[in-house]
């Protein structure tokens, strides 16, 4: 926790400097240890900072940041004072905590008995605190069950991964700098909830409890969509089955309402008109590409064996891949007509706002299920003088442009502005994470949008019906959901929850129908 030499140096003489354990924090055990941690958990601000006690383990100060250098020393001197003022053995007393010290103090935390902390071990007695195994000691790991051909027994006592990995992300978003005191302190509301599911191995509830604290250490940022000329949000959401379907709602996510609830469903797409929407279904036959009107009413199934269609700028025209390659058909589901034919694969087509044009995306690695080499591609909208965009690789980088997110070779999910000749697409290691770009339609001025730095994937981008703003999903908190930034990725915004698989979570926004 401390950098600094001489503070370090001063730590270890005058104070036992103790790492805690994060498995006994969240499992506690009975004996004194436990107690010494619940004392500890009871009075904290947030699961992270700066703890002294006394001798009996009774909390004497917290601290979780402080103004400058200066201020360490400070600190020391205080809790030695406080030492002083109750040492072992006192009444109990008040712990002091501070959001940053010494200026930002908040409420005091009442004293209680918890229990005497475990006792100082008799001179050269081995130290409890030391680890169990000794330097020099000869250790093996052995290969997990099944990775030796052997089922492992289900253990019901051990919380699941993706919980670990919820704590995890949650600690990381702390670390970080972004979350204020008093987003913090609200976490720290939640996060008290979490020790009594643990104890009671209620592990489904504690993670939607590590839902709502994730939620919120993530800024929702602000961004004002009263001026944007469009109407209500598609988007995918799963059912009481666990199906995906589609629903509508209102950018601030209100008037929620559910499209679909045959099968699954997702992929949406607009007409020009907004009057329609064209989409991905999944029956027991096979996929389909669905037609419906705005509220849901008279659906209709078309292009068996199809995939990710996008409707023509004059309305009269849905594109879709199917087989790998590029199709078309009237917007009734008459008149299917394959416009590529090439070895290359070929999915998710985009038209331009001309409908002269198309993009889509291209499999160069088709074969392999983790490493496919998606690319995007450009083509008249007849199929004629196809090629790649995405010809040169990019890397992802945080917000200051100083830190290395992740390689950004692989590109997806391209979208063609409705307005002019920016297209929006994902970038970045497929099958993993990534990030959100632009570039223009001829390949040039490409731009990388969000620079999310915790490898949660920003995917899916779509546009508002003016151009103004880029629908995108993320799992930056924990969850999928719809966010919204401006076109040059400025003023990132949460919208709502959203879900994918077995379709893209992306949104679709309603131009105003006419």
């Known amino acids: 926790m401390f950098s600094d030499a001489t503070v370090v140096e001063r730590v270890k003489k005058e104070f036992v400097p103790v790492a805690l354990k994060a498995g006994l924090v969240n499992f506690m055990s009975p004996g004194a240890e436990g ?35 200066s201020a360490l020393p400070e600190f020391l001197d205080h809790v030695l004072k406080l030492n002083a003022a109750h040492p072992a053995g006192s009444e109990p007393f008040a712990a002091e905590r501070y959001g940053t010290f010494p200026g930002e103090r908040v409420d005091d935390v009442e004293g209680r008995e918890t229990g005497p902390a475990p006792k100082a071990h008799r001179e050269g007695e081995r130290c409890p605190a030391l680890p169990v195994v ?33 704590v995890k992300r949650l600690r990381e978003a702390l670390d970080g700098d972004e979350v204020t005191m008093e987003t913090r302190r609200k976490i720290g509301k939640i996060v008290d909830r979490l020790e009594p599911l643990l104890m009671d ?80 279904a999944i029956r027991e036959n096979g996929p389909f590409i669905g037609v419906m009107n705005a509220d849901g009413s008279n659906q209709k199934l078309f292009a068996a064996g199809s995939l990710s269609p996008d409707w023509s700028p004059d309305g009269r025209f849905i594109a879709f891949s199917r087989n790998g390659q590029i199709w078309s058909m009237s917007a009734d589901g008459t008149g299917e007509k394959k416009i590529t034919s090439s070895a290359v694969i070929k999915v998710r087509p985009s038209w331009s706002p001309d409908g002269k044009q198309m993009v889509f995306m291209v499999v160069r690695n088709p074969g392999s299920p983790t490493n496919p080499q998606p690319q995007i591609g450009i083509m008249n909208s007849d199929g004629t003088n196809e090629r790649i965009l995405t010809v040169e690789d990019r890397t992802n980088f945080d917000e ?13 999910a391209p979208s063609w502005s409705p307005v002019d000749d920016r297209v929006v697409f994902w970038s970045g290691i497929e099958t993993k994470y990534g990030q959100v770009w632009s570039m223009r339609a001829d390949g040039t001025a490409s731009t990388q949008l969000t620079h999310e730095r915790n490898h949660s994937n920003n995917d899916d981008p779509s546009w508002s019906p003016d151009g103004a ?46």
């Open 134 to 166: 000794e330097a020099g000691t000869l250790v093996a790991q052995t290969a997990p069950a099944d990775e030796v051909g052997h089922a492992r027994a289900p253990d019901p006592g051990r919380p699941p991964q993706s919980l670990l990995d919820k």
């Open 35 to 69: 107690r010494l941690y619940a004392e500890i958990g009871r009075s904290k601000i947030v699961p992270q900072g700066i703890c002294a006690v006394n001798a009996d383990g009774s909390v004497l100060a917290w601290a979780i940041m402080f103004e400058g250098k």
């Open 201 to 280: 191995r209620n592990f489904a509830e504690a993670e939607a409890v590590l839902d709502e604290a994730l939620t919120d250490s993530v800024d929702s940022g602000r961004n004002d969509l009263s001026h944007v000329k469009g109407g209500v949000i598609a988007f995918g959401l799963r059912d009481a089955k666990g199906h995906l379907q589609i629903w509508v709602a209102k950018p601030d996510g209100s008037e929620r309402r559910q499209l679909t609830s045959e099968g699954q469903n997702g992929l949406a797409d607009w007409s020009p008109d907004g009057k329609k929407l064209t989409f991905m």
């Open 469 to 514: 703003k880029i629908l995108f999903s993320t799992g930056r908190s924990g969850r999928n959901e719809l966010w919204v930034m401006d076109a040059d990725g400025s003023n990132e915004m949460r919208l709502f929850p959203i879900d994918a698989d077995p379709f893209p979570g992306r949104g679709a926004w309603q131009p105003v129908p006419k």
């Open 400 to 412: 200051g442009g100083t830190r290395v997110l992740e390689t950004a070779h692989d590109t997806n």
